[in-house]
């Protein structure tokens, strides 16, 4: 196998997966390398009953390969459960469904090589060369361009970093910790979906009998994914092209505007969750079990045996809204952010940045290092939130982007990636207004 590339590719989780299963076949060398041994999805949060958010034929390739291979229908039908799938009736299917057919589509793709952690990442003037680690040693890689989709990173509440331990810790690993909570206070922090998973598998008793459950939420409410087909329009490549003409500041209050659009919980939670309480409350009789904190900040944290935590409450104000809790165990459903990872620390100072330290991504969401005048290309995908919107960091538009990657890498239209335009007018050429005046 050469080790000089066209494309390298750091990470295989989904995103890097799509542009994988769009390059096969194409003449570009090219490989993509994972640092796990076998592939897994967001393994720590593979909680049961755990659903998708997005449809499944925003799978990898669909959208703008609908015959390819390493669709999620040519899944089903290789297993041999196309009709008992159809007959279910499902509008998502379950995560770990989902993570199998990634599973199933990454053993696909020879290019995509397990067990190697690209540990860095030099600009030789010519080439990226990779310092791979991997299951036969070391290996120097030399690519042409890199696409780089190595994942986020935890998001800490500043005050709760001293305190991390078995006892505290982010929900992104609570199913491989498997945290005993019997007869434990136990406090969540976060109301999005993965707080309710968690708040929903605490009360159903996953890891023991939990003495109490406090849910805390900054939001004003426990407010749901807004999935109706307008706000749908939001996640099309038509959207991201007018997102794309914004300036940079209206884009970013357009993203907070849009939040509830990808980071609210799903519908069916929270009736889920309602009804859980209903039992708990007026069946169980057990109103101590479960203590519900919505418009509440975590501000401070301190620990003399168990953890005091300390809560603003916005909705009495900044001023006299201070209150405290107190827990044995806390788990941060606190999200996740953008973050480059380590081994591209090399480059860090040539990646174009604007003043607020956003990546500067063009519509292929690549850019180039600066001072480098060669066609190389520096791929970026999951990371542009600001520069392609609320869509970027999810399924929706993997597909779409993949095959913009894709195109672009080889100079020409190797997918049909014009849309028809949606229904949606969602800016008038200014031609148009010109003609109306
Ligand atoms: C629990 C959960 C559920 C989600 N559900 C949905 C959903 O229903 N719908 C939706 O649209 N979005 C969903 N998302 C959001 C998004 O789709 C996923 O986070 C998605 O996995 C992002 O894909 P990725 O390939 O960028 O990153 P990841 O899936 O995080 O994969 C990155 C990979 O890079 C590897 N890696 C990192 N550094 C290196 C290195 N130096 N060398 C080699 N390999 C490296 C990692 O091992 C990892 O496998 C969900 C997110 C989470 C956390």
Not at 10 to 23: D, Q, S, T
Not at 190 to 217: C, D, F, M, Y
Not at 269 to 287: A, G, I, N
């Amino acid at each position: 196998m050469s080790n000089f590339l066209d494309l390298a590719g750091i990470g295989a989780g989904p995103f890097n997966l799509a542009v994988a299963a769009l390059l096969r076949d194409k003449s570009l060398s090219h490989r993509f390398f994972e640092a796990k041994a076998e592939f897994s999805w967001h393994p720590g949060l593979m909680l049961p009953g755990a659903m998708m958010q997005t449809s499944y034929l925003k799978d990898l390739v669909t959208p703008v390969d609908p015959t390819s291979p390493c669709s999620f229908l040519a899944y089903l039908v290789e297993n041999k459960r196309f009709y008992d799938f159809l007959h279910a009736e499902q509008r998502t299917v379950t995560r770990r469904e989902f993570a199998d057919y990634l599973a199933w589509a990454a053993r696909r793709l020879d290019s995509i090589q397990m067990s190697s952690r690209v540990q860095s990442v030099v600009d030789n003037g010519e080439y990226f060369e990779l310092d791979v680690h991997g299951p036969s040693g070391r290996e120097r890689i030399l690519a042409k361009n890199l696409c780089v989709a190595a994942g986020k990173k935890p998001n800490i509440p500043e005050c709760s970093r001293p305190l991390l331990s078995d006892n505290c810790f982010h929900a992104l690993e609570i199913a491989l910790r498997n945290p005993d909570v019997s007869g434990k206070r136990v406090a969540v922090i976060g109301g999005g979906q993965t707080g309710a998973e968690v708040v929903i598998n605490l009360l159903g008793k996953h890891w023991g009998r939990p003495q109490q459950v406090t849910w805390v939420s900054r939001r004003s409410n426990y407010l749901p994914l807004d999935e109706t087909p307008f706000t749908n329009d939001w996640f099309t490549p038509e959207y991201v092209d007018v997102f794309r003409q914004l300036s940079p500041r209206r884009r970013e209050e357009v993203v907070a505007e849009q939040k509830l659009a990808s980071d609210g919980i799903s519908p069916d939670t929270l009736k889920e969750l309602y009804q859980l309480f209903y039992r708990l409350v007026h069946l169980e009789k057990d109103s101590e079990g479960v203590t519900l904190m919505p418009n509440r900040e975590l501000v401070d944290m301190s620990s003399r045996g168990d953890y005091q935590l300390q809560l603003q409450n916005h909705l009495l104000g900044d001023t006299d809204g201070a209150e405290w809790i107190n827990a044995d165990i806390v788990i941060l459903c606190t999200g996740l952010s953008e973050a480059l990872p380590p081994c591209l620390a090399p480059l860090q100072e040539r990646i174009p940045r604007d003043g607020e330290g956003r990546l500067l991504l063009d519509d292929s969401f690549a850019t180039k290092l600066s001072g480098d005048d060669s066609d190389r290309r520096l791929y970026f995908l999951g990371t542009g939130r600001t520069s392609h919107g609320i869509a970027e960091p999810q399924l929706s538009l993997s597909a779409w982007r993949a095959a913009q990657v894709v195109n672009d890498l080889h100079g020409s239209t190797v997918y049909d990636n014009q849309q028809s335009g949606n229904l949606m007018k969602w800016i008038t050429p200014q031609a148009q207004q010109i003609a109306v005046a």
